[in-house]
């Protein structure tokens, strides 16, 4: 089977882990894998992250999962298809500042989605960790989180902006081919910024890890515990102070400004390679969909 998407394989695995707890997971080798084998590799990173019990836990565990697959399968990816069509006919036009809004409705419904649906899923198996369980799950967090923090915050504030821009880049570059000066100026301008609002994401994942944890060994009825996990998992809002929901949306304002300023400056050659890479997506997504 040819090898599906970054963006389809890192975001069905980061949701249905993110259900045990594991928010922002960075790093993974997920994207050689194939989606068919999406589940197969989740699993194996469950056991890491919490090792269920051999027997009924484990069992039901696996069961979960491959059901989230397979709705994920069957009721998301034809919606991903949708997305990225649109989004090609989109780009053979200037883009506006109400395109973007679109984009980040259609990602923010897509998401809600998915971690509301594998909530359903996770919950019967997360009352049901025991203390050693638990306490794995908040050591191998707090391993990532350091990683994370290692990678993106060491340093001083120029060598914050550096790896930042360059993460920036890369991901920019993925889609339209090599960027050119100007560009790459526009992007550092954005950095300049916003740089530091990475740091109070990040802050941000920990707080929601902690509350995630807290509900999980607070509510050991799935009833209980399935509203309050939803709300904190999928909303992003949930639970933030008014100033972290600012600057959320002040960092949303920026990059969304930085986007618009690439795609006016974006070469005929660059267009055409986002547009075609848009279409193949979408193209990968419908035929996952129907494959068993």
Not at 83 to 105: H, I, K, M, N, Y
């Amino acid at each position: 089977m040819r090898m599906t998407t970054r963006a389809a394989i890192r975001a069905v695995a980061l949701s249905l882990l993110s259900l045990l707890g594991l928010l922002g997971l960075q790093g993974c080798s997920m994207v050689t894998l194939g989606y068919g084998h999406l589940d197969t590799f989740t699993l194996y990173l469950v056991r890491d992250y919490i090792q269920p019990e051999p027997g009924a836990q484990y069992n039901d565990v696996r069961s979960a999962v491959q059901r989230l697959h397979q709705w994920h399968r069957q009721r998301e990816l034809p919606a991903y298809a949708t997305l990225a069509t649109e989004a090609a006919q989109r780009l053979e036009r200037p883009l506006t500042s109400e395109d973007l809004r679109w984009v980040w409705g259609q990602f923010r419904e897509r998401y809600q989605s998915l971690v509301r649906q594998a909530v359903r899923e996770a919950v019967p198996t997360l009352v049901q960790l025991g203390p050693d369980q638990l306490a794995r799950l908040e050591h191998r967090l707090a391993e990532e989180n350091e990683k994370f923090a290692r990678e993106f915050l060491a340093g001083d504030a120029a060598r914050q902006r550096r790896v930042y821009s360059a993460r920036l880049q890369s991901q920019i570059d993925d889609w339209v081919g090599s960027l050119e000066r100007a560009q790459i100026a526009i992007i550092d301008r954005f950095v300049q910024v916003h740089q530091p609002h990475l740091r109070l994401r990040f802050e941000d994942r920990q707080r929601r890890q902690r509350e995630a944890l807290v509900l999980i060994r607070r509510e050991r009825n799935a009833a209980e515990l399935l509203p309050l996990l939803a709300t904190l998992l999928a909303d992003q809002d949930s639970g933030r102070s008014e100033e972290m929901r600012a600057a959320a949306r002040r960092w949303e304002d920026g990059i969304g400004q930085m986007y618009l300023e690439l795609e006016r400056s974006m070469t005929r050659e660059q267009r055409q390679r986002a547009q075609t890479r848009l279409r193949r997506f979408a193209d990968d997504f419908n035929r996952l969909a129907i494959e068993r």
